[in-house]
């Protein structure tokens, strides 16, 4: 699946969750398509791909007790969090002091105000349909303090968990199994890409998903190195012109010599500098690489 498939694909998720929620009203299976249809606009679409790690460790705005980031050793820390800033124009923020490169980053948190498409989707869900789910695994309350959920109610404990899910659901609504990974490269592949549509910047991109444009190359970019090697023979064509007309131009009296002793040609401008080229050469450069 290419880039628009994939937003394709969740768009038509968030539009029919949220007609089946208008429609139906709040039921454990109008609620879990929103559930999912939230989940997979936070995996790809709305933001730059986030790590999975961040997102099934992101708390709702209910939940006030301490960081549940099992090394986290800040008192005043809050943990990754996803909060309400705004109810009337809505706004809601997300807060990762948790993430790969945190410490790498001087302790740098990765923060920003969600979407206003994706904040209105999230707000909706996290109402009645995340209590309708709570109920319906017998979790009454906020006893869940994640914002994503498994079927059973709890968070999402291993990233494998959270791979499985998302490789079902993505199936379920006619796509290949792709895990979230894949889903990077996908991202990265279509903003490195010549055809790149106009969208977030590199550097804020790579940010969001918690590393740099350098590590883009070497770990999600599957396309960097077969591109660059078509630039560099496309640029070999205008090189190649260049250097035709410079030659056209300059018409230069071009004499052939060879040096016996060490087998090198010389291209000389005079008779004078036949067999100076090679002076320097030793006896053990007579084999000489022809390719």
């Known amino acids: 699946m290419c880039a628009a498939d994939l937003v394709h694909t969740i768009h038509g998720a968030e539009q029919q969750s949220q007609a089946q929620m208008q429609q139906q009203g709040v039921t454990v299976e109008t609620s879990r398509d929103m559930h999912d249809a939230a989940l997979a606009a936070m995996i790809f679409s709305h933001l730059p791909p986030v790590r999975l790690s961040c997102i099934r460790s992101l708390v709702g705005p209910a939940y006030l007790g301490p960081c549940l980031h099992p090394d986290c050793k800040e008192p005043s820390c809050e943990g990754n969090r996803l909060s309400i800033m705004s109810e009337s124009p809505l706004l809601m923020r997300i807060s990762l002091p948790h993430h790969k490169n945190a410490r790498k980053w001087g302790k740098a948190v990765i923060e920003f105000d969600v979407p206003s498409d994706l904040a209105q989707l999230l707000h909706t869900y996290l109402g009645a349909p995340r209590k309708a789910l709570l109920e319906h695994h017998l979790l009454i309350g906020d006893a869940c303090p994640y914002v994503f959920m498994d079927m059973h ?28 990974s894949m889903c990077r490269q996908v991202f990265v592949d279509e903003r490195q890409s010549d055809s790149a549509t106009a969208g977030p910047s590199n550097q804020g991109a790579a940010m969001v ?83």
Not at 260 to 279: K, M, N, P, T
């Open 153 to 180: 109610g709890r968070g999402f404990v291993a990233a494998a968990v959270l791979t499985l899910y998302w490789q079902k659901w993505l199936v379920s609504r006619g796509g290949v199994p792709m895990n979230p």
């Open 209 to 291: 998903m918690g590393h740099s444009v350098k590590q883009w190359d070497k770990w999600y970019d599957m396309q960097y190195h077969p591109r660059l090697a078509q630039n560099a023979v496309d640029g070999m064509q205008s090189w190649r012109a260049a250097m035709l007309q410079s030659h056209t131009l300059a018409a230069p009296d071009l004499t052939l010599s060879t040096a016996l002793h060490c087998g090198h040609v010389l291209v000389s401008d005079s008779e004078e500098s036949r067999y100076q080229s090679c002076c320097s050469d030793s006896d053990s450069d007579i084999d000489i690489e022809l390719d």
